[in-house]
């Protein structure tokens, strides 16, 4: 299908598939995550699930917990934080829109938190937890290891640099 615009006086002609959700972000399939990507959606099943517990972290206390989900390309471990930790049970088909990929210990890992979408979904739409191949995405060798997405702002006063001498 052609979507025809008119901006400014000039026309444009676009493509626009009708497979396609207009206006949403497509699953990615588990075995394509790669560490550094942002606003993440996935369809897969909670393979296992740990309780919330509290770390220490740069920004002091913060509750996570810890599961692996799958689809039919692979297994990848999901660190949600604050309100989300605990939401993801074992056996429960879900969908996560607005995740984000860090690098562990040499793995993509998948992080939820207060802006990520989980909803249950049809059972029938992910494969049961036997059918899950074990493969798991790997960081690229030499990639630096991600704790914390980087937000900017404000990270603290200059150091160094030109300074103008008073006369």
């Known amino acids: 299908m052609f979507k025809r615009n008119i901006i400014n006086g000039v026309e444009s002609v676009m493509y626009v598939s009708s497979e396609s959700n207009q206006g949403e972000n497509p699953s990615t399939n588990i075995k394509d995550l790669k560490p550094g990507m942002e ?21 002091g206390p913060r509750t996570i917990s810890n599961a692996v989900i ?27 829109k607005g995740g984000w990929t860090t690098e562990f210990r040499g793995k993509v890992q998948l992080n939820i938190g207060r802006t990520t979408e989980v909803k249950k979904i049809e059972d029938s739409e992910v494969p049961q937890a036997e059918e899950i191949p074990e493969e798991m995405p790997t960081a690229p060798e030499g990639s630096r290891p991600q704790g914390f997405r980087r937000t900017g702002g404000f990270r603290g006063p200059r150091r160094g640099g030109f300074r103008r001498r008073e006369e």
């Open 39 to 59: 606003n993440v959606s996935v369809k897969a099943r909670v393979i296992s699930s740990e309780p919330p517990h509290v770390i220490q972290t740069k920004k």
């Open 70 to 96: 799958g689809d039919s390309t692979g297994r990848v471990e999901v660190t949600a934080w604050g309100e989300k930790a605990g939401q993801l049970t074992e056996g429960e088909a879900v969908e996560i």
